[in-house]
């Protein structure tokens, strides 16, 4: 009988049944490995510590770390005490951090002395923190606000043994903060049963098992970056935490530990696939999983023959309902441009403007329903309204005399579905380009260039035009081993691939790499307006 019901009982259940089974490593000087007893020993610790700085149920939780021992310990603790955690990227500048603190009013800080000497500034913004908890004592005094009280890990988690908050799997567990690419950021809120049915739907297609060993290269704050550590503590997997500061630092990490499963985003694997591999990674790396955008079929191409018995799993998702869909690896010679089919527990219906639902081939709107549904996002009821909204009668089996609504996460995403079955992402709505009164989608272009093989990195975005609404724009780097992008063969190949509306009317060269979000993906819009603040300067 399966009793994981609550986030925290992955690794707990876990540690009940193997607790000599390793859990977690870190790479780098001091490197350790945890075995599952150990970890359920220090979150249960923590969460004791909490309850005696009078943690309320649900109060929130921020952990502004890298990736260490203690950022899972309060990952995995705090929904253990009853509370919320908020993982806080590392990268995010202090200005960042404070305005999740204050945006979800965190009452206690998980981070260490370095990050909470560059935040000491503005804590005083923060008038809901009460207490920080450093891991390692601060070796000088800081200028804190008065009232805010500095705990030491070591100290705290000595503290007795004390029960947490009843809590069953509807309770809120985490506060995931999205990249702030449109606006501010918002906290999606999400409960255990969404954290937890998403562990056991993505474990049950990667087929995840003890044997695993997974990599966590991508942010904990990042819903695919923390999916790493759900699935594998699930699976009673060991999962392998990694600061990269070079892509061949993940190579280093693939060979050293005997990596199983890696999953990335497009950027990361296209710098990946510019490195010669070590022949050892074939040997033992049984899949990678793409996330995050479209993986350029020359990149797919190129990691299929570095690593030909590693299966590829293409998958789609979105913070707000964590996975949505995923391409079996026997379907991606066949329809390698397909995002896939709903992953287990999950239906993705593709509906039109009113609400019904498209037919073959019909572009429409991609809504995702079911258990991995999130909570909406935190304090803004207005954004929460665009995005989860009530399926109506007659849609994916709900009839008229369903009395309870059901809501559903409206992606944004345009989608079309085949006969088959099977989905393509065609764009996000905020960044389709209207061009000659065409709709053409950024990444629809990204794909012909990186076809090409004369860009590194590229990015298209739309830019007002007199004549025809928007203009295409590219900015690209220089392929690897090149020492200049050749802008006029690069429009060449485009002539010659594209339909004429599609073809960049400007591409701008730049050293690369290009800029990236906290989540790791290339950021279009930051790239855009810096664009378009140098035209008009």
């Known amino acids: 009988m399966d009793d994981t019901h609550l986030l925290h009982h992955l690794p707990l259940r876990r540690a ?29 610790a923590f969460a004791s510590a909490l309850m005696h700085l009078n943690l309320a149920r649900t109060d929130r939780v921020g952990i502004y770390l890298e990736k260490r021992l ?29 305005y999740i603190a204050r945006d979800c009013n965190v009452r206690v800080l998980v981070t260490s002395p370095e990050r909470l000497a560059l935040l000491a500034p503005v804590l005083r913004e923060c008038p809901d923190l009460k207490h920080v908890v450093l891991t390692e004592p601060a070796p000088q005094p800081l200028d804190l606000p008065v ?17 947490g908050h009843r809590v069953i799997d509807t309770d809120l567990c985490a506060i995931l903060y999205t990249s702030g690419s449109t606006g501010r950021p918002k906290g999606v809120v999400l409960s255990h049963r969404n954290m937890v049915a998403g562990a056991k739907s993505v474990a ?30 699930h699976s009673g997997a060991r ?14 990490a693939l060979e050293r530990e005997k990596v199983t499963g890696l999953t990335a985003v497009p950027p990361l694997y296209i710098q990946l696939t510019q490195l010669e591999w070590p022949a050892a990674i074939a040997e033992h790396l049984r899949y990678f999983a793409n996330t995050g955008g479209r993986m350029p079929r020359e990149t797919l191409d190129a990691l299929r023959r570095r690593v030909p018995r590693a299966k590829p799993y293409l998958m789609y998702g979105l913070t707000e309902a964590f996975r949505s869909t995923y391409l079996p690896p ?27 639902e498209c037919g ?29 909204k009530l399926l109506p009668a007659g849609i994916a089996g709900r009839q008229a005399g369903q009395m309870l609504p059901e809501v559903a996460v409206f992606s944004g995403d345009t989608v079309r579905r085949d006969a088959e079955g099977f989905l393509y992402f065609v764009g996000r709505r905020d960044e389709m380009m209207k061009t000659s009164g065409y709709r053409v989608s950024p990444t629809e272009v990204e794909e012909v260039l990186y076809a090409t093989k004369l860009v590194g990195e ?34 060449a190949q485009c002539r010659q691939r594209m339909p004429a509306y599609m073809v960049p009317h400007g591409v701008q060269a730049m050293p690369g790499p290009l800029p990236r979000n906290p989540n790791g993906k290339i950021d279009r819009k930051l790239l855009a307006t810096q664009w378009g603040e140098r035209q008009a300067g």
């Open 16 to 44: 009940d049944r193997e607790p000599q089974r390793p859990a977690l490593t870190t790479v780098g000087p001091g490197a350790v490995t945890w075995h599952y007893g150990q970890l359920a020993d220090a979150l249960q």
């Open 70 to 98: 203690e950022t899972v310990v309060a990952s995995f603790g705090t929904p253990a005490a009853g509370g919320v955690m908020v993982p806080m990227n590392p990268l995010l500048k202090p200005e960042q951090v404070a």
């Open 147 to 163: 009232g805010l009280a500095l705990h030491a890990w070591a100290e705290l988690l000595a503290a007795p043994p004390c029960a």
């Open 204 to 233: 049950s297609y990667l087929e995840n098992g003890p044997e695993d060993t997974l990599l966590a290269a991508l942010p904990l704050s990042f819903d695919a970056g923390f999916s790493q550590l759900t699935t594998g503590f």
């Open 239 to 252: 999962v392998v935490l990694l600061n990269y500061l070079l892509p061949r630092d993940v190579l280093r």
């Open 330 to 356: 026997e379907e991606v010679d066949r329809r390698p441009d397909s995002i896939g089919k709903a992953i287990p527990n999950a239906e993705i219906l593709v509906l039109r403007e009113d609400g019904s």
């Open 360 to 388: 073959a081939d019909e572009p429409g709107e991609l809504v995702h329903r079911g258990a991995l549904v999130g909570q909406g996002y935190w304090g803004d009821a207005e954004k929460t309204a665009e995005r989860y």
């Open 458 to 491: 590229c990015v298209a975005f739309g830019v007002e035009h007199a004549t025809l609404g928007q203009a295409i724009q590219v900015i690209a780097t220089a392929p690897d081993g090149s020492a200049a992008l050749e802008v006029e063969a690069l429009l």
